[in-house]
């Protein structure tokens, strides 16, 4: 088992930046492929980002590529996102995922899940 908690959500202007957290309590993290997810009012939860356990190898949806950075901290078990050049097309809650092994990039792939954070970016 693993509990996931995120942080760093809020409103900011099209344009600005934020930083999410998803700090993981419980079993070993470096065995956790990590992913974020996010889903808008009315649509389905989508893919945005994965790292893989060691944090060599990422993954990027095509809308955010350019724009985001995951990153993870195995000694801090907490993983990142950065997010720059914030579009009101990103308002979403976003969600950190974890799974056993080899990051995925869909959700049905992640067994534990966080509570999620609003992020609404304001035109």
């Known amino acids: 088992q693993v509990q996931l908690v995120e942080s760093g959500g809020g409103l900011v202007q099209a344009g600005g930046s934020l930083r999410l957290s998803c700090a993981a309590s419980g079993r070993t993290f470096s065995n956790y492929g990590m992913g974020w997810f996010r889903q808008a009012p009315g649509k389905e939860r989508e893919f945005v980002t994965a790292i893989s356990r060691s944090g060599g190898s990422t993954s990027y949806a095509d809308s955010v590529k350019g724009r985001f950075t995951i990153s993870r901290d195995n000694a801090a078990n907490t993983v990142f996102l950065q997010m720059n050049s914030l579009m009101p097309e990103d308002t979403a809650t976003y969600y950190c995922?974890?799974?056993?092994?080899?990051?995925?990039?869909?959700?049905?792939?992640?067994?534990?899940w966080g509570q999620g954070t609003q992020v609404t970016v304001s035109s």
């Open positions: 995922a974890a799974r056993v092994g080899s990051y995925r990039d869909y959700a049905s792939a992640y067994n534990y």
